[in-house]
DNA sequence: ACTAGCGACATTTTT
DNA sequence: TGTCGCTAGT
């Protein structure tokens, strides 16, 4: 049966490499019975439910190098990672378990990334060409509000960004603009969002581009449609593993069942993950999807990890006392042999700045007491609660990375190189041809551009097709013409160099050098110097990547399909000991023996924008992801101040999660000293409700000591009351 | 067509 | 705080 598809027949071992028992041993040891278990289940699906600082990695990395050693060819292992960063890091550990036997490396990426590179293989069947353009969320705003515009929409009054999440959102869910329509639309903005929704798709087709919804969702539907090549992958790939599962929406979810289907064989899917971690459900993730996995596959083996190898007991205790508020979670809780360690500090401060400088002043000690910063990290809620920090750092000589925030591929001044490159690959890319006509200005104005791309799709042409006879084009003529013309025989002679083989990094020195890109950078002054740095980056960039493949050319779609999925974001270029400044999102799968988890505020954590329990539940995860990265010492911080929207906000409260941290377990070191509990002895927790006879209802805000309790009333005013005086009753 | 200057307004979180 | 969009002026 299986010499019938020649994909179906195993090579043998590559001779030369360890015995198979030699090797297994290896691979084995260290590992408890839970994770032997993972790592050798044989065949069919496995659910491996592994809670934080469990193994996880290790059990993947494990099991991915036993099914290589156990004869699988490497490229018929698909292994799915929910960044970037996470494949590349488990790409290394696999590589170093397989050692230089010659083995080739498993599939590892992203659902975008294997998307993007299936859907380049067959682009033409969904209507794009191979060197498709591939939008992200800017791109796919700029389109969608030219399209309102043009449906004669107030952008002001129905939001471009409120119609991409809706429109995102139904993608998601699997359903196209016909499909959004005939679920029922109900009121006026989910008629506007249909009509747009209607109308995005067709333009998305014309400028041969995809947004990040479109890489998964095209995929899924030619292997919906297309039988042979559906079977083709689900025989393609003997094993397929997913990680963070817990986090898949349900076109990542339909694509997985797709590729089981018409499988001759067992279901070989391997899943990892934890329902407690999810924290993507507003990015269309669905934790069914985890919880349902036994209904879904009948024969699957199911594996708990629950000994956590990374932090002390009484963090994991602060955790696992949090997230039992939630109301549905798989049962398992956490533990660890790692000793009872230190409390949890729990802190609160006058404001922000406050803030900064305790956690500098603490970073200080943890370096007094032999650590190193690249041991610490800071999380918080929002990327803009980063800059306090940053401040504060700088002004002490506290050198930090910054992960994450504002990215360096979505800067304007690279975004318009960018554009350059894009159009050079896809000269339909509506949104890339607007862009680099107007950087730098060459007297083609917004007008001129609209009136190109009406022309093109007339004519059937692509704008920059057009652009090179714009004089002879009817209705343009004087500057924006000669100014159209001008630049598409610049494209030209950039166009001819790219096929003559030029790399891309002098690609891209000659577009800042001949767009007058770097021209009127260098005319900006201090501020474009600093941009014109940042382009000698995006070169320098291009040379690490055209190095690492190490004669292999870099192709320019390549390059352009790196940076567009964020793939190019390296570590490289950051400082090596320093602090690690990040979000609470981007904080997953890392650990710091070192954590501080700041601007712990109503309003911060859980969110403004979060209505209803579910996505309070939502926040109170993200809490509990920060929680447990921390290995050895952990901090908890608000303020009672703080600088947002430019103003001084003076009635911050603490996280109401903060009141939810089991007791015995936190502990307040500038009030008492040490002693776990100490905090407590007052009977009151911090954010718990209160009312005093005189100033009436209010929230306890902070101790000062043994039966002094500091609490802010509705006057908005924070009073020290002792406790014995003060009666105060709990509401 | 384009720029400077001004006021309004915003912030989740990511592939 | 910083970005964005609008207006008026060149």
Redesign the pocket.
Known sequence: MADADPLLILPSMPSGTLSGTAALEQLLEGLNPAQREAVLHPEGPLLILAGAGSGKTRVLTHRLAHLVYSGLPPERILAIT????AAREMADRVRALLGDAGWGLPWLS????ACARILRSCAERVGLTQSFSIY??TDSRRLI?DLLEEEGYD??RF?E?RIQ?EI?AAKNRLLDAAGYRARGVEGELEEVVSRVFARYEPALLRANAVD??DLLLHVVRLLERDDRLRDHYSRLFLHVLVDEYQDTNPVQYRLLQLLMEGRPGPRNLAVVGDDAQS??A??GADVRNILGFERDFPEAKVVKLEQNYRSTQLILEAANGLIVHNRRALKKRLWSDLGEGEPVYLIGLEDDRREAYYVAEELERFLEEGGSLSEAAVFY?????S?TFEEAFTRLGIPYRL?????FFER?EVKDVLAYLRLLVNPWDRLAFARAV?A??????????A?LGELAVLHGRSPLDLAGEAQRLEGLSG??AR?LEAFATLLRSLQERRSGGMPVAELITAVIAESGLGQALREEGVEGEARLENLDQLVGVARDRERELAGERLSLEGFLQQVS???G?GEEGLPEGAVTL?????AKGTEFPLVFIVGLEEGLLP????RGEE?VE??RR?LYVGITRAMRRLYLTYAFSR?????RREDQLPSRFLEELPRGVVVDPQLDGVGVGRTQTSSFAIGERVAHDLFGPGTVCGFEGEGVVRVRFEDGAVRTLLLEYAKLRRL
């Not at 929910?82 to 960063?85: E, I």
């Not at 992203?110 to 990334?113: E, G, L, M, R």
């Not at 969110?607 to 979060?610: E, I, L, R, T, V």
């Open positions: 929910f960044t970037n960063r992203t659902f975008h990334s992200d969320q509000k952008p002001r939001p960004s999440g995102s990040f919804d924290i993507y507003f990015r809620r929002t990327h803009a609660l800059r992960v994450g925030a504002l990215r304007a107007a730098p200005r060459r007297g083609v104005g917004e007008a001129t551009v009136k500057k924006p100014g999925l964020s793939e974001e990040t979000t609470l999102h981007n969110h403004f924008n979060c996505e939502e926040e993200l600088f947002r929207f430019g103003k």
